[in-house]
């Protein structure tokens, strides 16, 4: 199973600079016809063509769930990272032409809750866009707490308090405003399930600070963005295939492995979903996994790799593929 | 197009036949002359014409007879339908995927107009011609996945995905063999698997969860099952026990022919867009002894499968009692030749 086999053409129908940092991009069918429905949570990937380099990013989708004419996505700028949003925000224009997958969702609503408790963090704020839209629809009771460094890179603070007003609460790092997250966990109502979305800092705070005031890990949901990390480059054998690779700088396993021809399973290609884990035949090195799959008895038995994420350093690495 | 619609019965006096177009597109599921446990998931595409994957969901001579006898059950046992309550989007998205897939597979049987939430649904074979707004239950007769299901058919399953797990949370199972979605409604895929035997040490259910889980939108699956089934009964429930057990006491050689049936269940998987559920349709076929005679390959290969099938599967399958006297009436129709590869009647 993999988006990639399900590909949809995509015209770019808009670019909106949002602030110095974020742009949006709105995607339309090529053909003209309505975009699959989605769920708030969900993600795409776009498949970015950097000339003769093909980048596959995950990216959540921001617009409401109920207008499929487009698909929107907000990405940041990171100008240390592999180059994927550098690429959209320098060479992607009004009317390009791009590939991207049907939606997946790995974050979604848990719709049992009796209210949806949010915390986002910066970029983090995007699946909750897309979510807030899709319960302030129906009859969802919700409530958003959203950490900003600065107004100026409150990325659709003012968009979420036109739409959802008071259940939006802001919390500017400039301003000396923080989130008392202990007093807003004490406060909610029995069966309010909670999300987190943002820097993997955050994420691990607000997980500890639920699990030590008694909430139940079934209730708290919360997904990473990390983008997979550029390193030094490494040779790779594939042994099924009987392919040597090697991985560039500012490309990932995943990428190299996809880019000598072979076909991967793959959904997040952020190292959460478990689907491209990849057995390790033999190494002479040290592995640097970077995902959130892998066990730590996985990563001591030097077993197993996430290609879509971790890297490796050393003399030789063998994998079954 | 032109489907010639049967008038049946599944019950009673059991009017229930193929026509000899139907036993050709009958979905046989085996594909070599022995059977053992296997995920044998493939894509759901749609398939070759004339087989029962043209359309992503079939419709076929028994459509009519089959939803009056669905429409039977629930009137004697209302919980044979049930929603939890978080699972009402589901249904909306169950019914959008029924209404567009039938009316697009089907445009002389069904039409769909939407405009905006406005909808307006037309099934010519079962005479209905509703309008209704799309995600306001109150605008149909029944809450939306009893309303579409009751005009589609086979079983249904819906699936709400939490937790690292799928858990039976909705559903309509009028057309089983032999379980209850009124016992398992609440449970986890492990918990409704439970009395399987054999399978669970073989990892099968671990390794097809996982699988399950990662499904995407606009990539459904399928698999296949099957059983046997004395006269042709579709609602084979533990509810309904007392009315179809004592019949797997009643083969003799002589009405194996009539009376036995080959049952097979095409089974898919599709995600749902809005609520992130899973969709399992589960799609019931039946066929005669007689029936599945008029192949010689089939007869000389479900011969050799009963045959050799082990003893546990036989038991859990409930064809313990019977199996003799039906593979003894098989085989005579099984010379011993070889089968050819492949699914199809010969």
């Known amino acids: 199973m993999k988006a990639g086999s399900n590909r949809i053409e995509a015209v770019v129908t808009n670019v909106v600079a949002v602030n110095e940092l974020v742009k949006r991009f709105h995607f339309e069918r090529a053909d003209g016809g309505l975009l699959p429905t989605f769920s708030g949570g969900a993600h795409i990937v776009v498949e970015m063509r950097d000339d003769e380099k093909t980048r596959l990013n995950p990216y959540s989708l921001m617009s409401t769930p109920l207008d499929t004419r487009d698909y929107r996505v907000s990405i940041r700028r990171d100008d240390v990272g592999r180059g994927g949003s550098l690429f959209m925000h320098r060479k992607v224009k009004l009317g390009d032409r791009m590939v991207i997958s049907n939606p997946v969702n790995l974050f979604s609503l848990d719709l049992r809750a009796k209210k949806h408790l949010m915390i986002a963090g910066g970029i983090g704020i995007t699946p909750f866009v897309a979510q807030t839209s899709q319960l302030a629809a129906g009859t969802g009771n919700f409530e958003l707490h959203y950490a900003v460094r600065n107004d100026a890179l409150a990325t659709y603070a003012d968009v979420l308090r036109e739409r959802h007003g008071s259940r939006i609460h802001l919390y500017r790092d400039d301003h000396g405003e923080t989130l008392d997250l202990a007093r807003v966990l004490a406060t909610q109502p029995l069966g309010t399930h909670l999300y987190v979305c943002g820097p993997a800092g955050m994420i691990t705070w607000v997980r500890n600070t639920a699990a030590a005031a008694g909430w139940p890990a079934e209730r708290v949901h919360f997904e990473h963005f990390a983008a997979p990390q550029p390193g030094r480059p490494f040779d790779v054998r594939l042994a099924v295939s009987g392919v040597e690779i090697q991985v560039g700088e500012h490309e990932s396993l995943l990428e190299a492995i996809e880019a000598a021809g072979l076909d991967p399973p793959y959904l997040c290609r952020g190292g959460v979903c478990g689907q491209c884990e990849t057995n390790v035949i033999s190494h002479d090195g040290k592995f640097l996994h970077n995902d959130h799959w892998l066990s730590e008895e996985d990563r001591q038995s030097g077993c197993k790799i996430m290609p879509c994420v971790s890297r490796f350093e050393g003399k030789s690495l063998v994998l079954e593929r | ?346």
């Open chain 2, 1 to 346: 197009m032109g489907i010639n619609f049967r008038q049946e019965t599944f019950r009673d006096d059991y009017s229930f036949k193929n026509s000899p177009e139907q036993i050709r597109r009958f979905p046989f599921p085996f594909p070599e002359d022995k059977y053992m446990y296997s995920v044998n998931i493939e894509p759901h595409v749609p398939g070759l014409k004339d087989t029962v994957f043209e359309h992503l969901f079939d419709v076929d001579e028994h459509y009519i007879s089959e939803m009056q006898d669905r429409a039977l059950v629930l009137a004697e046992d209302p919980l044979r339908c049930q929603s939890l309550p978080h699972m009402e989007l589901a249904g909306w998205d169950t019914l959008e995927l029924l209404m567009t897939e039938k009316a697009k597979s089907y445009p002389d049987l069904f039409t769909l107009t939407r405009d905006g939430d406005k909808w307006h649904w037309i099934n010519r074979p079962l005479g209905i011609d509703d309008h209704f707004t799309f995600g306001d239950s109150s605008t149909l007769p029944y809450g939306p996945l009893e309303y579409i299901t009751r005009q589609s058919q086979g079983d249904f399953a819906v699936l709400d995905q939490r937790d690292n797990n799928l858990w039976m949370d909705a559903g309509i199972v009028t057309t089983q063999a032999d379980w209850s979605l009124d016992f398992d409604i609440g449970m986890n895929f492990f918990e409704w698997h439970a009395p399987v035997p054999l399978a669970h040490q073989m990892g099968v259910f671990t390794r097809a969860l996982k699988f399950l889980m990662a499904l995407q939108q606009g990539q459904p699956s399928r698999r296949h099952n099957w059983t046997m089934t004395i006269n042709s009964r579709l609602d084979t429930s533990p509810e309904n026990f007392h009315k179809w057990g004592t019949d797997r006491a009643t083969v003799t050689p002589e009405n194996v022919g009539q009376k036995v049936h080959l049952r097979v269940e095409v089974q898919m998987f599709f995600r749902l867009p809005r609520s992130n559920a899973l969709l399992f349709p589960i799609r019931c076929y039946l066929l005669k002894m007689d029936e599945l005679v008029t192949s010689p390959k089939w007869a000389r290969r479900f011969h050799r499968v009963l045959r050799d099938l082990p003893n546990e599967l036989a038991e859990y399958k409930g064809l313990v009692r019977y199996r003799p006297t039906v593979v003894e009436w098989l085989s005579k129709y099984d010379d011993g030749a070889p089968t050819s590869a492949g699914l199809g009647p010969d």
